[in-house]
């Protein structure tokens, strides 16, 4: 059987996850996953899951980890099954990443291929976030909860980022670019880690704290 193909995209808020991960999931014909749309499908559906996380998506607070991970396992476990996902927006938080290890060892053999970064400086970030809260009015694109969710990443996701490039798995690349520019430098970096994959298929750095298959 061929290996699912499993990416991360971790950036900040309006760094273009959502844009690139929709262009990544055709390109290579696998599945979109995104905690926040679905945190927010969640909330406009008045599920329970819904029901307590609506304050923390207001206020540009992380959900709790235990309801993302519980959201996120079928979609997850069924994308692997299908061919592998983007899940864009996911881990955030080192136990959020931890977790997500755990449930790969448990289900067996989910091996991540690469983590996409894209880079994009603060002022840029607040300019699209208002641009788009203009353009869509999503409520948590506000000055105050976007300075909030940039405090935020800064604190609890920008931190994962190093353990994954210590892994060999970061895909960095400089997100002002004009979209298609980004994709194309995306897509390279993907098949480069794929190929290395290929070559040294075996689990992360022992020393890690996220080592292993997620
Ligand atoms: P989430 O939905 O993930 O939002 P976010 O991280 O704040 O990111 P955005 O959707 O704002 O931006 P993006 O990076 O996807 O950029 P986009 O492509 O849209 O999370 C929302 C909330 O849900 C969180 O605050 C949290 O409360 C909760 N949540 C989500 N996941 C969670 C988790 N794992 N754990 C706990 N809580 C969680 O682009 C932004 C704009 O820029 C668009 O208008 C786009 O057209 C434009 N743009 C994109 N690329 C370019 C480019 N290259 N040049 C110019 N403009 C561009």
Do not use: C, W
Not at 44 to 51: K, L, Q, V
Not at 61 to 85: H, S
Not at 170 to 198: C, K, M, Y
């Amino acid at each position: 059987m061929t290996e699912a193909l499993s990416l991360l995209l971790v950036a900040p808020p309006g760094a273009g996850k959502g844009t690139q991960a929709a262009r990544l999931a055709a390109h290579y014909g696998i599945a979109h996953i995104s905690s926040g749309e679905l945190l927010r499908k969640n909330v406009s559906e008045g599920t329970g899951i819904g029901r307590i996380v609506a304050g923390y998506l207001a206020r540009g607070d992380l959900a709790p980890d235990e309801l993302v991970i519980e959201m996120l396992t079928v979609p997850v476990l069924e994308a692997v099954r299908e061919g592998g996902f983007v899940l864009d927006g996911f881990p955030r938080t080192l136990r959020q990443a931890q977790e997500a290890q755990r449930v790969a060892r448990q289900f067996g053999g989910i091996q991540l291929q690469a983590v996409i970064h894209l880079a994009v400086e603060r002022e840029e970030l607040r300019r699209r976030l208002l641009a788009r809260a203009a353009r869509e009015g999503r409520s948590d694109d506000n000055e105050e909860t976007i300075a909030h969710r940039l405090e935020v990443f800064d604190a609890e996701t920008d931190p994962l980022l190093g353990s994954y490039a210590e892994r060999g798995l970061l895909v960095g690349v400089n997100g002002e670019q004009p979209v298609e520019q980004v994709f194309s430098d995306v897509v390279t970096g993907v098949d480069r880690r794929r190929a290395a994959h290929r070559r040294h298929s075996g689990p992360g750095d022992a020393s890690s704290p996220l080592k292993g298959p997620v």
